[in-house]
């Protein structure tokens, strides 16, 4: 099961809060691997509220929790905080402006058996191939 | 009373008392101005050189080194210092040859252009208490991002020429893909899909004009129009999510909003995070002709896309980012090719940045550990002095002490 959607990255005060607190706690962890799906989309994808699902393109992939949107109907249309976890899946290539697409990824989502990624990997993928 | 160095607010009536790693009492702090003033107690680092600890002195020499023998150096992060560090961070990209950006670059920066170069009507935030009947948020979540924007000017107070309450005399929109906290909290919520701001404004000019509109709601299109129409003091706050949308397209604010100063008074002030930003893009205007992307290459000053942190991410050989965690804020492929470099990490506290630098060096919190100025996101220049003793270094006297030695 799979569906494609549009992320879109917006700001949470509750998740910056956490990140002044700290950038490798629990809570910014929690507060940032996660995308907002429509009640739609995560019926279509068979899951519920707090499973993983692994969201991926053709730049990167994370595994993060599933929130349910309490906003009208949106389906194909999912909301990310901006966050390392979110930025694995911005294209660099990007146009004249150089300003890239924080507002509008492509992805499939999918449902995930795996642990929401941690930030220490996606450091780690940033270090192992930026050798 | 202390400046919260939050965000672009700046906000001078904090009151708060500290007791040692913590703070005991507060009045006026936001959510998220409470938590840059905890990140005092969490996280702080200590100098290194190769992920092994050493002396500041030693950090620096390092540091300069590496600029020294770089022949593409990078100074990137900016948004976060006080306007004396930036003023010694553009002469030092002068005297190293170096490319030199800010967070501006992939946010606001096309937009605070326009401002800064009289393209687009501005006006103060005490001007939008004190005048403005109309507030549009756009693509912009200020209960998130600037908490107290609008109870301090933007909606809920009283003002000189707005002494009625907020439900009688301010109209308080919001357009936005998403229905945000503050859509939940103003009176009028418009939605667009993702991209969609540019026929949205277009719809906009056509009400305007008398014409109906090719896209969106109809009917709620002119109501719209109307409540444009009977605005006496209008003001458009917009935020990334609109300059993201429109990005080569920005004219089109352009031509909406002297659409709209044809009918009545409209302003804007971009919603700028970072309490800085607008700073510095002053700064290197005045210096260089360009508020970011600018090189200093072989003492020839040039500017445009090729020198954004994006594009010189990829060809640089060594980078200074200062108050900044871009391996955190920017695209996957962009970190990866920072995190290649030698990189010099200059802040207060760890970040991945800080943990892939060859060489970090810590700095005093600026409004909470050390004394500066900084303009407001709306051009208001603002002073604060440091509330608690340190003996960290700001980051005006570490750009200093690289200058020097090189």
Same mark, same amino acid.
């Given at each position: 099961?799979?569906?494609?959607?549009?992320?879109?990255?917006?700001?949470?005060?509750?998740?910056?809060?956490?990140? #002044?607190?700290?950038?490798?706690?629990?809570?910014?962890?929690?507060?940032?691997?996660?995308?907002?799906?429509?009640?739609?989309?995560?019926?279509?994808?068979?899951?519920?509220?707090?499973?993983?699902?692994?969201? #991926?393109?053709?730049?990167?992939?994370?595994?993060?929790?599933?929130?349910?949107?309490?906003?009208?109907?949106?389906?194909?249309?999912?909301?990310?905080?901006?966050?390392?976890?979110?930025?694995?899946?911005?294209?660099?290539?990007?146009?004249?402006?150089? $300003? !890239?697409?924080?507002?509008?990824?492509?992805?499939?989502?999918? !449902?995930?058996?795996?642990?929401?990624?941690? $930030?220490?990997?996606?450091?780690?993928?940033?270090?192992?191939?930026?050798? | 009373?202390? +400046?919260?160095?939050?965000?672009?607010?700046?906000?001078?009536?904090?009151?708060?008392?500290?007791?040692?790693?913590?703070?005991?009492?507060?009045?006026?702090?936001?959510?998220?101005?409470?938590?840059?003033?905890?990140?005092?107690?969490?996280? /702080?680092?200590?100098?290194?050189?190769?992920? *092994?600890?050493?002396?500041?002195?030693?950090?620096?020499?390092?540091?300069?080194?590496?600029?020294? =023998?770089?022949?593409?150096?990078?100074?990137?992060? %900016?948004?976060?210092?006080?306007?004396?560090?930036?003023?010694?961070?553009?002469?030092?990209?002068?005297?190293?040859?170096?490319?030199?950006?800010?967070?501006?670059?992939?946010?606001?920066?096309?937009?605070?252009? @326009?401002?800064?170069?009289?393209?687009?009507?501005?006006?103060?935030?005490?001007? +939008?208490?004190?005048?403005?009947?109309?507030?549009?948020? %756009?693509?912009?979540?200020?209960?998130?991002?600037?908490? &107290?924007?609008?109870? &301090?000017?933007?909606?809920?107070?009283?003002?000189?020429?707005?002494?009625?309450?907020?439900?009688?005399? /301010? =109209?308080?929109?919001?357009?936005?893909?998403?229905?945000?906290?503050?859509?939940?909290?103003?009176?009028?919520?418009?939605?667009?899909?993702?991209?969609?701001?540019?026929?949205?404004?277009?719809?906009?000019?056509?009400?305007?004009?008398?014409?109906?509109?090719?896209?969106?709601?109809?009917?709620?299109?002119?109501?719209?129009?109307?409540?444009?129409?009977?605005?006496?003091?209008?003001?458009?706050?917009?935020?990334?999510?609109? +300059?993201?949308?429109?990005?080569?397209?920005?004219?089109?604010?352009?031509?909406?909003?002297?659409?709209?100063?044809?009918?009545?008074?409209?302003?804007?002030?971009?919603? +700028?995070?970072?309490?800085?930003?607008?700073?510095?893009?002053?700064?290197?205007?005045?210096?260089?002709?360009?508020?970011?992307?600018?090189?200093?290459?072989?003492?020839?000053?040039?500017?445009?896309?090729?020198?954004?942190?994006?594009?010189?991410?990829?060809?640089?050989?060594?980078?200074?980012?200062?108050?900044?965690?871009?391996?955190?804020?920017?695209?996957?492929?962009?970190?990866?090719?920072?995190?290649?470099?030698?990189?010099?990490?200059?802040?207060?506290? &760890?970040?991945?940045?800080?943990?892939?630098?060859?060489?970090?060096?810590?700095?005093?919190?600026?409004?909470?550990?050390?004394?500066?100025?900084?303009?407001?996101?709306?051009?208001?220049?603002?002073?604060?002095?440091?509330?608690?003793?340190?003996?960290? @270094?700001?980051?005006? *006297?570490?750009?200093?002490?690289?200058?020097?030695?090189?």
């Amino acid at each position: 099961m799979q569906v494609v959607v549009t992320v879109v990255t917006f700001r949470d005060i509750f998740q910056n809060e956490a990140e #002044k607190k700290s950038r490798y706690s629990e809570d910014y962890r929690k507060l940032s691997a996660q995308i907002t799906l429509d009640k739609q989309d995560m019926a279509g994808l068979g899951v519920k509220d707090g499973q993983n699902v692994l969201v #991926k393109n053709d730049v990167g992939s994370v595994v993060v929790a599933v929130k349910a949107s309490e906003d009208d109907s949106h389906p194909g249309l999912a909301f990310m905080v901006n966050s390392p976890w979110s930025n694995q899946l911005v294209r660099d290539d990007v146009c004249e402006t150089n $300003i !890239p697409g924080f507002k509008g990824i492509s992805a499939q989502v999918s !449902p995930s058996g795996e642990s929401v990624t941690q $930030i220490s990997e996606l450091f780690q993928r940033m270090k192992a191939q930026g050798a | 009373m202390a +400046v919260c160095t939050g965000c672009s607010l700046l906000c001078e009536d904090i009151e708060l008392t500290l007791k040692t790693g913590a703070i005991s009492q507060v009045k006026n702090l936001c959510r998220k101005g409470h938590g840059h003033f905890q990140a005092l107690f969490t996280e /702080r680092i200590v100098p290194k050189i190769d992920g *092994q600890e050493v002396s500041v002195d030693q950090a620096i020499t390092k540091a300069v080194d590496i600029l020294r =023998n770089a022949k593409h150096p990078l100074l990137y992060g %900016w948004s976060n210092s006080a306007l004396e560090a930036q003023r010694v961070g553009i002469d030092l990209g002068k005297k190293l040859g170096a490319t030199i950006d800010d967070t501006s670059s992939f946010c606001q920066g096309i937009l605070m252009e @326009l401002v800064l170069t009289g393209k687009l009507p501005t006006c103060t935030l005490d001007d +939008v208490r004190n005048f403005a009947d109309t507030s549009v948020f %756009w693509g912009a979540d200020p209960s998130n991002s600037h908490p &107290r924007l609008l109870s &301090r000017f933007a909606y809920y107070p009283r003002g000189s020429k707005r002494q009625k309450s907020y439900e009688e005399e /301010r =109209n308080c929109l919001v357009v936005d893909v998403r229905k945000s906290a503050t859509a939940k909290l103003c009176s009028n919520y418009f939605r667009v899909p993702p991209g969609g701001d540019a026929d949205f404004i277009a719809s906009v000019i056509d009400v305007l004009d008398g014409k109906i509109p090719k896209y969106g709601d109809k009917k709620r299109m002119i109501e719209l129009g109307t409540i444009l129409r009977k605005t006496e003091y209008g003001v458009i706050f917009p935020g990334v999510g609109l +300059v993201y949308a429109l990005q080569d397209k920005i004219e089109l604010l352009k031509t909406l909003v002297a659409k709209l100063n044809e009918i009545t008074t409209f302003k804007v002030v971009p919603m +700028v995070e970072h309490y800085n930003m607008r700073g510095f893009n002053q700064l290197l205007l005045d210096d260089s002709g360009s508020i970011n992307r600018v090189s200093f290459h072989s003492g020839q000053v040039t500017h445009g896309p090729e020198n954004s942190i994006m594009a010189a991410a990829k060809i640089c050989d060594a980078a200074l980012v200062i108050g900044s965690d871009p391996l955190s804020s920017l695209p996957f492929g962009t970190a990866k090719s920072l995190a290649g470099v030698s990189l010099i990490a200059i802040d207060p506290r &760890r970040s991945l940045t800080t943990d892939a630098a060859q060489v970090v060096i810590p700095s005093a919190m600026y409004g909470l550990e050390a004394g500066g100025s900084a303009i407001r996101m709306d051009g208001v220049r603002i002073e604060f002095e440091p509330i608690v003793k340190s003996d960290l @270094l700001s980051d005006e *006297q570490i750009l200093a002490r690289i200058k020097e030695e090189i």
